[in-house]
């Protein structure tokens, strides 16, 4: 399948092997426009791993990834980058930069070869900046940003490249809980709103359950299980997946799962 009736990301009979291990074993995986995939795992189950695959950053060991429906090697990188962002878990500033200057390199996938960013690049990039909470911190040097700063720094980057697809891993490291459920909150809404197709790479099951529609549960044996977020994140589910008992509680729509 190809073309608009393809899913903005999927993946076909998907293998991926770290140090020679198989975490992940023929996963079929597809992510629709307005969707919200979770990923959710122990630590070294390969999720990280998965999600860079998944961007076209590693190959896989077997099966094929594809975009709208193209497989990876058939798209030159600027094509992909269009189409898909990544945010990995780790920002690097090797030379310094303004907050600004930072951000817009999100609008470089757009411009031709010899293009200077314009005034309408900058505006998209200030009205991201104001949607992580950054306004009026363009001029900013970014080596002089917290953790917390630089993180928001890295999402509002990805939302000035404004792909179909977002990749985002582990999104909420370094926040604290207000800019977690505004993170959340914002991208529910471009998928909801606007149709992207979202998967995020997730540690809290109860925000995964609240935000997200499916979720993604692996093993790091070769196991994938996925499904809706309601009879996927269950006690029992995630009492596996994570090798200690949880217990759910519920309120209303709601779930929390606490450690027996």
């Known amino acids: 399948m190809s073309g608009q009736y393809a899913a903005p990301l999927a993946a076909r009979q998907l293998?991926?092997?770290?140090g020679g291990r198989r975490v992940i074993d023929g996963l079929d995986l597809n992510v629709a426009a307005g969707e919200c995939l979770g990923i959710l795992g122990r630590n070294g189950a390969g999720k990280s791993t998965l999600l860079t695959t998944l961007a076209g950053l590693r190959p896989p060991a077997?099966?094929?990834?594809?975009?709208?429906?193209t497989p990876y090697p058939q798209l030159n990188p600027r094509a992909a980058a269009l189409q898909r962002g990544w945010l990995g878990q780790f920002q690097q500033d090797p030379f310094g930069a303004s907050v600004l200057e930072t951000a817009l390199a999100g609008r470089h996938p757009h411009l031709g070869r010899w293009d200077w960013e314009s005034a309408a690049d900058a505006a998209k990039v200030r009205e991201a900046l104001s949607l992580l909470g950054l306004a009026g911190m363009e001029h900013r040097q970014v080596h002089t940003l917290s953790g917390g700063e630089r993180q928001r720094l890295a999402l509002a980057t990805?939302?000035?490249q404004a792909p179909g697809v977002y990749l985002l891993d582990e999104p909420l490291s370094h926040l604290d809980l207000n800019h977690q459920m505004a993170v959340l909150r914002l991208f529910s809404q471009l998928a909801h709103t606007q149709g992207a197709a979202v998967v995020m790479v997730l540690h809290e099951p109860a925000l995964a359950h609240r935000f997200c529609d499916r979720a993604l549960l692996i093993h790091g044996d070769g196991r994938c299980i996925q499904g809706t977020a309601d009879e996927t994140l269950t006690a029992a589910q995630l009492s596996e997946l994570y090798a200690y008992r949880l217990r759910q509680i519920s309120d209303g729509d709601q779930r929390c799962f606490i450690p027996e």
Request: aromatic share 0%.
């Open 158 to 160: 990805l939302l000035v």
């Open 62 to 69: 077997q099966g094929e990834v594809l975009l709208a429906g």
């Open 15 to 18: 293998v991926v092997e770290v």
